[in-house]
């Protein structure tokens, strides 16, 4: 009678790449928020994802091109998060705020990719400039369709290009300040922030929307009111 033969575990499963890359760059997130880029080093990340060094470098480079590579998923996700939140057919104002909900929730939830692609990838500049630019480029990009769509609602001419441009730029530009703000506040509810930067941005645009304007006071007649001057004030001053 021979000697029962020991059971031999079988190989583990090797994960389909797209999985194992996931499973990489989610850990690269976690330790690049928490140790930022210079401190981070691959052996902990690998160490993270629960593979070996070898394979962190096989799958996805470098340092430099892993970083570039999770600013451009995170990226990609909150941009996703946002247009998915966005109400389409509701009026202007709804939509943004739904928009600016959306912003605000993804980065309450996801506050380690917030890190990354606000205060790592900024900080660093350089090589990754160029994927800030980009996410910012199309963060503008939306905000500046909806100001243009905004006029659909109403009887005023049609925000030009470059007026919906500037004006989303300064909105983009708020909201990264503000949810950087909320990092270091998250006592804060998501909805709370977010309703704070609509009501800052929209009692403005929702008089740019009617067609409201302000003006600067005139120098020349001292006046105090936000109004041009009429043609007979200008013609006697």
């Not at 959306?102 to 900080?123: I, K, P, T, Y």
Request: hydrophobic share 45%; aromatic share 8%; charged share 25%.
């Amino acid at each position: 009678m021979h000697a029962e033969q020991p059971v031999r575990p079988g190989r583990a499963k090797r994960l389909p790449r797209a999985v194992r890359e996931r499973q990489i760059m989610d850990a690269a997130v976690d330790v690049f928020s928490r140790l930022g880029f210079h401190a981070a080093s691959m052996d902990e990340i690998s160490e993270v994802a629960g593979i070996s060094k070898p394979m962190l470098y096989a799958y996805l480079g470098s340092k430099e091109e892993l970083f570039a590579t999770c600013i451009r998923r995170e990226a990609t996700r909150m941009m996703e998060a946002i247009a998915n939140g966005v109400e389409a057919e509701e009026p202007p104002d709804v939509q943004l705020w739904s928009g600016l909900r959306a912003f605000f929730g993804f980065v309450g939830e996801n506050r380690a990719s917030w890190q990354v692609l606000h205060r790592q990838a900024s900080s660093q500049g350089g090589p990754f400039a160029e994927e800030l630019a980009d996410m910012r480029g199309r963060a503008i990009s939306l905000v500046a369709a909806l100001l243009v769509h905004s006029s659909d609602f109403t009887n005023v001419p049609r925000a030009g290009d470059k007026e919906a441009e500037s004006l989303a730029a300064a909105l983009v530009g708020a909201g990264e300040s503000l949810a950087d703000w909320w990092l270091d506040n998250p006592q804060e509810p998501a909805g709370v922030v977010a309703a704070r930067l609509m009501n800052l941005v929209w009692m403005g645009f929702g008089d740019l929307v009617a067609g409201d304007v302000w003006h600067p006071p005139s120098r020349r007649t001292g006046q105090e009111s936000g109004r041009e001057p009429g043609p007979e004030k200008e013609a006697t001053s």
